[in-house]
Antibody, heavy 119, light 111 residues
Framework: EVQLVESGGGFIQPGGSLRLSCAAS????????MSWVRQAPGGGLEWVAK????????VYVDSVRGRFTVSRDNAESSLYLQTNSLRAEDTAVYYC????????????WGRGTLVTVSS | QSALTQPRSVSGSPGQSVAISCTGT?????????VSWYQQYPGKAPKLMIY???KRPSGVPDRFSGSKSGNTASLIISGLQAEDEGDYYC???????????FGTGTKVTVL
């Protein structure tokens, strides 16, 4: 069974940093593109970033480029999102997600981890 | 990198059909058959309902279908059931920046 379990969220002041983690199991992690998607409280889904199988290709949405860094450790079957210079508008549930093999859609999602940026 | 446009809400009685539109541009919906749809219940993770415009994953009821015309994709729910009530989001691959864009979301209410 595919499982994606996020951790690392919490309460942080503006300008601070958090490292989000996603532990993957139930599939061969190194074979898949992975992504982070976020959802502000009461808001819609926003695609944040993606990373290819070996970590050599990373793409970000404009609003986080230069502040967030996606990475992965295939040996540990883990995905990460380093979030720096956090702003109030970064407050959201952050979901770890897997792209279907060779495809352009997300087939599995984690349950999410909440990041709250506030003074 | 603007969100795709969806109606804020749609509603229907049990057994009726509803359609949710998802309007993008020639850089995303209009140029790629990579539109997917997700169902989300409050406090839960999204669930894939349709991919590649009109394909259904195994386990998704066949009352869910998808289509596309020009820059607008649509999700049709036929024979609406109480458990279909929730939020629905479209998503498209965007080729100019090689990223993805979600729709604004639609709340489906079963009357």
């Amino acid at each position: 069974e595919v499982q994606l379990v996020e951790s690392g969220g919490g309460f942080i002041q503006p300008g601070g940093s958090l490292r989000l983690s996603c532990a993957a199991s139930g599939f061969t992690f190194r074979n898949y593109w992975m992504s982070w998607v976020r959802q502000a409280p009461g808001g819609g889904l926003e695609w944040v970033a993606k990373i290819n199988q070996d970590g050599s290709e990373k793409v970000y949405v404009d609003s986080v480029r230069g502040r967030f860094t996606v990475s992965r450790d295939n040996a540990e079957s883990s995905l990460y999102l380093q979030t720096n210079s956090l702003r109030a508008e970064d407050t959201a549930v952050y979901y770890c997600a897997r792209y279907a093999s060779g495809s352009y859609y997300i087939d599995y999602w984690g349950r999410g981890t909440l990041v709250t940026v506030s003074s | 990198q603007s969100a795709l446009t969806q109606p804020r809400s749609v509603s229907g009685s049990p057994g009726q059909s509803v359609a949710i539109s998802c309007t993008g541009t020639s850089s995303d919906v209009g140029n790629y058959n990579y539109v997917s749809w997700y169902q989300q219940y409050p406090g839960k993770a999204p669930k894939l309902m349709i991919y590649d415009v009109n394909k259904r994953p195994s386990g998704v009821p066949d009352r869910f279908s998808g289509s596309k015309s020009g820059n607008t994709a649509s999700l049709i729910i036929s024979g609406l059931q109480a458990e279909d009530e929730g939020d629905y989001y479209c998503c498209s691959y965007e080729g100019r920046y090689t990223h993805y864009v979600f729709g604004t979301g639609t709340k489906v209410t079963v009357l």
